[in-house]
């Protein structure tokens, strides 16, 4: 009954879906003022982050092997310099260093799990949930625990190989998170928070929106599509052949989308009802979402669900992030599968341990400026490697590539379709990105 289409959209929509659109896209649109934040995070979207989707996909299915060897075959290919394989390099680089912090953070999710299971959010308030969070990452030993127990699930699961299974899972539990965000929704509404949050998403508020704010928007484009590092491309490869990449691309990207903005209005409600700050940062949602559960009715049983969705989503986004090195290493060295996972979850957590105490112990640490290991992480990933990824993927395929492959892939005709994919991916995403760059670099 599964056709492989499907299995691609799912497993593409479980590496989109996480963390970044639950935790990340409403803690950022709070820090950068709303609005105006949000709209330009939708352009990017549309203009530079689905074009370059599609060209991973495009380059995966050509390719059929790991982004390193696919971008040697697709650089052979088109008579171009081997150097091209580079952005599988650096795509594989980009997965270990997100992933150390990324389970750092899906361990705080798995920690909500228990909290909201043994009921200790039961009619809080703000100070109560704002005071849980705080004193949970002030204890590096907790923080270090979950990380490590998110981490080996992970390990398992990739040295395993059970992604198929996990793909299906993926269509129940998808749903499910929607039901569990319209509820929150549902409390927002009852709370009398929904207007002023509502109005903070959609208000175009250009004064708040800053230049590095721009360069947040254009990173987490990509960073929420999975985009730029090699992970879609790694997918790609088992696209079947008569399917159609605009599409399949178009339905991912839209789901993905969906997921952020019902996330953002089932937390800004709870933040005005609340009198919290939506600039608070990183515990945004470990501040918000206990309160409104905390005063449901089941609200431990709904609050324990909800929380068990997000570690799962985050869970299917860490596996992707995992498939560039590993399918390398199997493909390259024909290294067994379980090792090359042990070893790479061994380095992740190893990397993670710095993010664990840049909460704590090593709060007054700065790598660069006002940045602590985890800023810096989160800095140079998104903001720096993965557009830098997604810039030089659109430029292989809209400049180097042959038309031929570039045609057939995406069983392009003459006429308005093909002009606009032209127009995408070697003016619009290319020059989008360099824009940006060049504006964060000169008045950032
Ligand atoms: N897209 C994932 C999320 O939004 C994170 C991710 C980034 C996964 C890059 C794979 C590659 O949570």
Redesign the pocket.
Known sequence: MWSSRWLFILAAAG??????????FPYITGENGGGAFVLVYLICIAAIGVPVMMAEVLLGRAGRQSPINTMRAMARASGAPRAWSLIGWVGVL??FL?LSY?SVVAGWAVHYVFRMGGGAFEGADGAFASQAFADFLADPWQVLGFHTLFMVITVFIVARGVSAGLERAIRVFMPLLFVLLAVLLGYGVASGGFAAGFEFMFRMDWSALTVDGVLEALGHA????????G??MAYGAYVPRQASIASTVTTIAVL?TAVALAAGLAIFPIVFANGLEPGQGPGLLFVTVPIAFGQLPLGAVFGTAFFVLVSF??IT??I??TEPALAFAVEEYNAKRSRVAVSLGVICWLLGVGTVLSFNVWADVHVVGELTVFDFLDYVTQKVM?PLGGLFIAVFVGWVLPKTIVGSQLGLREGAATLLWSVLIRVLAPLGVLAVFVYAIFYG
């Open positions: 590496s989109a879906v996480g963390l970044g659109n639950i935790w990340r980009a997965g997100i990324y990509f960073f929420t599509l999975s985009v730029g590092m992970a879609i993905d989503a985050a986004s860490a992707s992030l993965l």
